[in-house]
């Protein structure tokens, strides 16, 4: 039963290596993702900081909100 199983695994997923590589390559395009977003901010993002920005001076947004949708806005 148990050799089945594992025979059947590696038919559907191939190595376990494989699978793991799979994993670790996809995770780590999204840490590279999440660092490059960090490091250089898409103009969208500068363009929604200038908005909120601009609300907080009008007095519309307090300086908590601000700090509060400022780190939603991963900013």
């Known amino acids: 039963m148990l050799l089945s199983g594992m025979m059947r695994a590696k038919a559907i997923y191939g ?3 494989v699978w793991g590589t799979r994993l ?3 995770q ?3 840490w590279a993702r999440q660092m490059v977003d960090q ?3 898409t103009p969208a993002k500068e363009a929604r900081l200038r908005e909120l920005t ?9 300086e908590d909100e601000f700090k ?5 806005l991963g900013l």
């Open 39 to 41: 490091a250089m901010p």
């Open 68 to 72: 509060t949708l400022r780190k939603r």
């Open 24 to 26: 670790f390559d996809r």
């Open 15 to 17: 190595t376990s290596d």
């Open 28 to 30: 780590g395009g999204r």
């Open 54 to 62: 601009a609300l907080r001076e009008a007095g519309v947004v307090s």
